[in-house]
Nanobody, 121 residues
Framework: HVQLVESGGDLVQPGGSLRLSCVASGFPFSNYWMYWIRQAPGKGREWVSGIARDGVAIHYADSVRGRFAISRDEDRNTVYLRMNNLSPEDTAVYYC???????????????WGQGTQVTVS
């Protein structure tokens, strides 16, 4: 069955860094775009970043561009999100999402992980 398992969330001070990981299984990872979507307490979901099947096309939300970096490792079926210069506004549950095509939707389409908590304080 399909699984997306995120890890790496933690409590970090402002200005700090974290790397989130998401291990995928149960579907052909190399055929899917991979995304990170976050949800802050009391707020709606926010699309953060997406990476194409081949890892060449990469997109970021304006709020994280220049601070976050998404990457993928086909050998490990894993997608990463490197987060630098974190601020309290980055506090959220971060979800790993797999979709067959390009999308900036925050709807619960595609495959979703259970989320990992990032707290910046």
């Amino acid at each position: 069955h399909v699984q997306l398992v995120e890890s790496g969330g933690d409590l970090v001070q402002p200005g700090g860094s974290l790397r989130l990981s998401c291990v995928a299984s149960g579907f052909p990872f190399s055929n899917y775009w991979m995304y990170w979507i976050r949800q802050a307490p009391g707020k709606g979901r926010e699309w953060v970043s997406g990476i194409a099947r081949d890892g060449v096309a990469i997109h970021y939300a304006d709020s994280v561009r220049g601070r976050f970096a998404i990457s993928r490792d086909e050998d490990r079926n894993t997608v990463y999100l490197r987060m630098n210069n974190l601020s309290p506004e980055d506090t959220a549950v971060y979800y790993c999402v797999a979709r067959y095509g390009w999308s900036i939707s925050t709807d619960k389409t595609g495959y979703w992980g259970q989320g990992t908590q990032v707290t910046v304080s």
